[in-house]
């Protein structure tokens, strides 16, 4: 009976056995089908959303613009040859760079040492490092460049270029109409005449100049005065064997408005000269400085003597 029963156990086992191997043989098979639906599904998916690559705006092309500007400046006793302004700019701004000559018709090495700026879209702007103004030797002219950097200013058709800040004259370079117009300090010749005497002293007037500076001291006048020069010859007409002792004393100028003015006493405006008996000393000068805004009738005059007497003369502008 013993036996029987553990027979029955074993084949019950054994069944159960064989029951649990079917089960997994059907599982098996769904759960790679349900894999592979998985991996199908995967696969079949569309792929994780990326950003656009965003399109880079073309950058705006510098436009290239010379200006030639053909205009000569007289200033602290030089003469700047401006003779082109070259500007490149965008939106952005850019640079424009100015070429010109200084000519030294001295005697000395001069520098020029005025501030230069340039004047464009409501803006004054300095020059950069790249700059290079020499010195320029006597009797020689040299070669100079301005450079700027413009920032967010497109076009320099207004563009000035000002030489020179106050309080002294200031001369202007436009690069075209929209500047306005040059303002350039050219020395002004005036064609005079006339003689007087005073006493034994006879002054004969040849002619006039007036410029804004003073070359032989490298300097700029002010803004409200100019210089002018009269040049004249001078005669003794006495017999005194020690001649005349002719110096600043013997001349002033009278102004429009009555005002009398002695020459400039810096050593070099006034000519001083002994004169001998009954000869002639040709070429002297005397300057002065006179208002910016004078003109009308002027008198050079020469005294002599314990006389006085003027020789008349009109500035008209």
């Known amino acids: 009976m013993t036996a029987e029963r553990s027979r029955g156990a074993a084949r019950r086992i054994s069944a159960a056995r064989r029951m649990t191997v079917a089960r997994r043989r059907i599982v098996r098979p769904g759960a790679l089908l349900l894999l ?5 599904a995967c696969a079949s998916a569309p792929p994780a959303s990326v950003a656009p690559t965003p399109t880079r ?25 401006m003779d082109l302004a070259t500007a490149v700019l965008d939106s952005r701004g850019g640079t424009v760079d100015i070429a010109f000559r200084i000519e030294n018709a001295g005697a000395e090495p001069s520098d020029l040492d005025a501030r230069m700026t340039l004047v464009v879209a ?56 929209a500047g306005g117009e040059a303002v350039t300090f050219q020395p002004v010749d005036l064609k005079l ?6 006493s ?36 003794f007409t006495g017999t005194f064997s020690g001649g005349l002792a002719f110096t600043g004393n013997n001349v002033a100028l009278r102004l429009p408005n009555g005002k009398i003015v002695e020459a400039r006493p810096d ?51």
Request: charged letters at 20%.
């Open 57 to 81: 705006a073309p950058l705006p092309t510098p436009l290239t613009t010379a200006y030639q500007l053909g205009t000569d400046v007289w200033y602290e006793g030089l003469v700047l040859h």
């Open 36 to 40: 592979a639906a998985l991996f199908a």
């Open 193 to 198: 005449s006339g003689t007087t005497a005073a």
């Open 267 to 317: 050593g070099h405006s006034q000519s001083v000269e002994l004169i001998g008996a009954g000869k002639t000393k040709r070429g002297l000068m005397s300057r002065f400085e006179i208002p910016a805004s004078a003109k009308g009738k002027f008198g050079l005059v020469v005294r002599s003597g314990g006389e006085e007497r003027i020789i008349a003369f009109t500035i008209k502008g």
């Open 122 to 177: 409501g803006n004054r702007i300095a020059p950069t490092r790249e700059s290079h103004i020499p010195t320029t030797p006597a009797g020689e002219t040299a070669l100079a460049l301005l450079s700027f950097e413009l920032q967010e200013i497109d076009s320099a058709e207004d563009g000035v270029l000002e030489i020179g800040a106050d309080p002294d004259h200031i001369a202007k370079v436009p690069f075209g109409p």
């Open 200 to 235: 034994s002293l006879r002054i004969t007037l040849r002619r006039g100049l007036i410029r804004w500076d003073l070359p032989d001291w490298s300097q700029e006048l002010t803004e409200d005065l100019r210089a002018l020069t009269l040049t004249y010859d001078a005669t």
